[in-house]
Structures are given as structure tokens and as C-alpha cells.
């Protein structure tokens, strides 16, 4: 019986190194500024990165840009989770690196929390996947990060917490007493404070003003109401009160932030 051959002729052995040396001369060509992390750019809710083995960043998505407040990629290159993220989520982030590096194994589905734009941790799916090198030898790791869409948080291992941020989510104008946060996670007040300093890296009192920022943000997108409206509402003392914790989390103010907003749009 003869073997198969292709419409060019020959057999699919001896065609595979030619597709495999086609491949290798597009890649080599392609200039560092349009290879495929630019696809992402145009998501919303998803974003792509490349890590070298030290765990430096060296290529991303532009949503990459947005959620750590920077506007060049000069900005962002070369940079380390431990230089972008605070404490306990950077050492998460770097656990599950070196595990897909050690493994050369991907990491799918992986339910964590990210910082997002605001600063305000919230909850993303996460993929993570080994680079070789020609040699076939791990140089680095791919992923990519999604918004999620549903109440994953509540199976993750800070479970216990997913009440209080609830509850500070829905108390916006007042912050909670800290006595009914401990006793909604079952823990002491001083159990409660740490296991959450822990968890996010930052106190109940700063989550729960990050909530209050990210509230005024999509508020503020909305262009329905006044910024004075806003921080009524939201229980700042008075305008200059809310423009200052404003600048203090999301790096300008209100007003730069609606025509930064309206900018982008046109």
C-alpha cells in the first residue's frame, strides 16, 4: 500500500520540517511591537503576559498598562510582581510562576485576585503556560488574566472573607464596625484584622475606601451625576474631602478622571 501523500507531493514526514522552518523564519521576523500580546489589547476584561524566568515582565497587553496606572510600556518592561503588587498576592503570583516553571506544566483556571485600576483587589481567572526555548528548555512562562463573571471568590481559600467584602461593598457611605466584620468571618476582631492584612495586603478600612473609590468611578463614567452629588452620597464630608481620597487612590481627580474618560471614548 503506497503512503498518503499531500497535494505538493511527498510524504507528510517529509513535509512537516518545511511547515516547521516556515514557521520559525515568520516568528524571527515579526518586530517586537506587533507580535501577539497586541491581539488583547482591545479587551476589556482580559489581558496577556510574558515573563523571562527572573519573573520579569516583557511583554503584555495594553490592559496590563491601565491596571497598574502606568501610560508607556517603557513603563512596564523589565518589572517584577514584587515591584508591582503589595505583599501576600505578589508571593501568590510568584508561587504559581516558579510551579509552571519547575513542572513545565500549564496552570488553567486558576481563581485570584488582581488589583484592579483603582487599586481595589477583585477576583480574575488566570492561565499560565511554560515558554521553551529551541533547545526545548523553559525560559519563561505566557498567560493571560480575565475579569470574572460570576461569585468564584467564595471557593477560593480566602472564602472566609467573601461576607465582610460584601458587606463593605454594600455599606458605602458607612464603614462597618470591625467588631460585626470579625464576628461575620467567625474570628476576633485582632484575627480578623490580621487574616485580612494577609489576604490583601491592606487593612478593612483602606479596602472599604477603595470600594467607595471604585463606586465613585463608575459613577463618575456614567456622567449622570455631579461630582458634589457623588461625595454626598457616598458619605465624604464635603467635595475637597472626596476629591483628596479620589486623587490618593486612582492618582487624579475627579474632574481629570471624567475628561480622561470622555477622551478615550472619542
Aim: charged content about 25%; glycine content about 8%; overall charge positive.
Amino acid at each position: 500500500m503506497s503512503k498518503t501523500t499531500s497535494r505538493e507531493g511527498g510524504t507528510p514526514q517529509a513535509i512537516a520540517p518545511r511547515w516547521e522552518k516556515l514557521r520559525e523564519q515568520f516568528l524571527q521576523e515579526i518586530a517586537t511591537d506587533s507580535h501577539f500580546h497586541r491581539a488583547f489589547d482591545d479587551f476589556d476584561d482580559i489581558v496577556f503576559f510574558a515573563k523571562n524566568l527572573a519573573g520579569q515582565t516583557l511583554f503584555f497587553s495594553h490592559g496590563v498598562l491601565q491596571h497598574h496606572g502606568l501610560e508607556r510600556d517603557d513603563q512596564m518592561i523589565g518589572r517584577t510582581d514584587a515591584e508591582l503588587t503589595p505583599g501576600a498576592l505578589a508571593n501568590q503570583y510568584c508561587a504559581d510562576d516558579r510551579r509552571v516553571i519547575d513542572s513545565g506544566e500549564p496552570l488553567t483556571g486558576r481563581l485570584e485576585l488582581w488589583f484592579d485600576e483603582v487599586g481595589l483587589p477583585a477576583w480574575y481567572v488566570t492561565n499560565k503556560y511554560p515558554l521553551r526555548d529551541r533547545a526545548g528548555r523553559i525560559m519563561g512562562l505566557m498567560g493571560t488574566m480575565r475579569a470574572s463573571k460570576g461569585n468564584e471568590g467564595s471557593a477560593s481559600g480566602n472564602a472566609r472573607l467573601a461576607p465582610v467584602m460584601t458587606m463593605m461593598q454594600g455599606s458605602l457611605a458607612r464603614f462597618p464596625p470591625v467588631g460585626r466584620l470579625a464576628a461575620a468571618c467567625g474570628l476576633s476582631v485582632r484575627h480578623f484584622q490580621r487574616a485580612f492584612n494577609q489576604a490583601f495586603g491592606m487593612s478593612p478600612r483602606t479596602y472599604w475606601m477603595k470600594c467607595r473609590i471604585r463606586s465613585a468611578c463608575a459613577r463618575l463614567q456614567q456622567g449622570d451625576e455631579s461630582i458634589a452629588v457623588i461625595a454626598d452620597e457616598l458619605g465624604f464630608c464635603d467635595q475637597s474631602n472626596f476629591t483628596r481620597h479620589f486623587r490618593q487612590h486612582a492618582g487624579l481627580t475627579p474632574r481629570k478622571f471624567v475628561h480622561e474618560r470622555r477622551r478615550h471614548r472619542s
